[in-house]
């Protein structure tokens, strides 16, 4: 099953990348550049007129020692979630099993991965 995967940077800068399967520890860490912690209640995710409700998402666990940049669209995004949600600092990762798109071919309706 393919995964879908958006790299939120503190620039506002989103990135996507289509993985065959669910990222390993390695790829999140190099994501998020150094060790993660799971950002709780950040489980849905809109992008590019898609919209994930079921996948994870992750920050730097040591964001703050590191000095990183807040994070502001990555924060905003995690405030719409949670009313109790502060300042996310560094990249943020999240995932999602890819979406499946459905298009009507005449009587048909064929399935295909989106994107």
């Excluded at 992750?58 to 964001?63: A, K, L, R, T």
């Excluded at 502060?86 to 499946?100: C, F, H, I, R």
């Amino acid at each position: 099953m393919p995964y879908d995967m958006y790299t939120i940077e503190t620039n506002g800068t989103i990135r996507y990348q289509r993985l065959d399967k669910a990222p390993t520890l390695n790829q999140l860490q190099k994501e998020v550049q150094g060790s993660i912690e799971t950002v709780s209640y950040f489980t849905k995710f809109h992008y590019n007129q898609l919209s994930y409700s079921r996948g994870r998402c992750y920050c730097n666990e040591n964001g703050m020692s590191e000095g990183k940049q807040i994070n502001y669209k990555a924060s905003m995004l995690w405030k719409n979630q949670f009313e109790y949600a502060s300042w996310l600092l560094g990249n943020v990762v999240y995932y999602a099993k890819a979406k499946v798109c459905f298009q009507f071919n005449g009587i048909f309706r064929a399935a295909r991965i989106c994107h």
